[in-house]
């Protein structure tokens, strides 16, 4: 799956899929479980303010007797029973609404939810510029300044991510300043050492390089012009980035400046979470919806 339009048509049919949405008195949020449910990509549990939702869903122009509706008032409560529907085996992917991450991601890891895998969990952003691939940028939405064995995680979270879609072979590129490894600035470091891991990421066919720049990550030509060509220059699907500041920056100069498309998860947990911006448009949280029944289906 080479673009967000075909991750959709990918999770089209998948019918037995169920996602529960925390938080699920939004328009935008409704607009696109209701486009999901309509296009059999998953069945929504609705959890949030019952009369606000019943609203929306006749502004619709839907009949809310045929979706599941579960009162809850608070943001916690949201969060809570809608983690709850996947603990108890009645979803199998989980949404967040018109609620902060902190919220749900709370809910997510008390131990009697049951979804903590040991695993660290993070955000994969897809994104698609125009003219240009769509790429995995990590982590720009959850981990704010992972250390090398989250880094490491991170990196392997995405990997998982990218052969559910059905990568047989996936280039990463460790994003910082420059090319060159600077003892001075721990992310050349890191980026080397990442690198170096081959046995790690063997299993899943992914060449990692790195430390470089953005430019040699995704463009062939300024690879040429530099002379860089480690193994899958300028041809980056997962893009890798030092801080939460960088892969923020980047995401959001890709969307605003690039027109990307683009899509969100949250994976480490038993379940993917569809995890985007309150202000994210109803066409991207329906792509978020599909990139989680996807891999919801693969794993």
Known sequence: MRTIQEIITAAEGFA?????????????VLKAVVEAKRRRIAEPILVGHEETIIQILNELGEDPK?????HADSDP????????????????????GLLNTPDIMRAVLKPE???????LISHVMMYEPKGHRMMGLTDGGMNTFPD???KAEILENAAKVFKALGYDEINAACICGAEVVNPKIQ????AKTLSEMTDRWAPYNMNVYGPVG????VSEAACRHKHYEAKGAGQADILLVPSYETGNGIGKAMSIFGGAMNAGIAVGAKVPIVLVSRADSAEVKLASVALGAVVARGM
């Open 113 to 119: 939810a049951g979804l903590r895998t040991g695993k």
């Open 187 to 190: 992310s050349t470091v890191d």
């Open 148 to 150: 090398l064995d989250k």
């Open 77 to 96: 409560d949201c969060a809570e029973r809608a983690v709850r529907c996947v603990s108890e085996g009645r979803a199998n992917f989980l949404m967040k």
């Open 66 to 70: 045929d979706y599941e509706i579960l």
């Open 214 to 217: 953005l430019d040699l990550a």
């Open 16 to 28: 037995s899929g169920r996602i529960a949405v925390a938080a699920a008195h939004d328009a935008d």
